[in-house]
């Protein structure tokens, strides 16, 4: 069978990862690749639908347990329905955050664990882990910043966590790298948007030509 490759980035909030992938995904579309850009929680009707209820500054009192077993069907919905049929297809698949962000929002930064997080998640994935893994490092405090100053897009119920919470996202971020060396690549996402783009472009055609 043909088999694509699963790219997947992460980071703090307003990190500049959608900003990237958009240039990616022409710049690669451009170089004969056959690629998929798509997001989690999202990117087909169902799991879009689970993301307006985690999401939604309205739902305040949702349990931790609740939030990441709503991220974990989103996911499997979204693998079952788009991204499994696209690396069948010999696509290239690159999305906007995947199970790395359990990991860190509700493993890490809501305390359920690590370990148990990526248990709900295995039945979720099925052992389709990542081919590779772009950490965006930023401070999260300057992401958030790039978030505030940005006039058209929404504050949702996770960038409304406190200062705190954003910390522990990255403490948790920084023991999956540890964990997953091989699997993780660390870009510099503070620097200009022409230099990140840059980054990104040279270590992803490393590894598409290892
Ligand atoms: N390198 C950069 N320098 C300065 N601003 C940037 C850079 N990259 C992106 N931005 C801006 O920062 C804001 C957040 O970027 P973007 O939405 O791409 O981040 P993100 O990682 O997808 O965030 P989130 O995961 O929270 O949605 C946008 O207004 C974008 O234009
Ligand atoms: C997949 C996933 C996401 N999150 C968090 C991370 C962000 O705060 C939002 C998604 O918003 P974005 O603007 O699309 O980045 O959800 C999470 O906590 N757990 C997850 O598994």
Redo the contacts with the bound molecule.
Sequence with gaps: MNHGMFIT?E???????????AMLQEYLEEQGFQVLLTREPGGIPIAEQIREVILSTSNTEMDPRTEALLYAAARRQHLVEKVIPALEKGSMVLC??FIDSSLAYQGYARGLGIDEVSTINEFAIEGLWPDATFY?DIEPEE?LR??S??S??EVNRL?SENAAFHDKVKEGYMQLIDRYQGRFHIIH?????P??FEEVKAKLLDIINR
């Design positions: 980035f980071g703090p909030e307003g990190a500049g990862k959608t900003t990237v992938l906007d955050r965006f992401g790039r978030i100053s940005n058209g897009r960038d996402a503070e620097k200009e948007l230099l990140v």
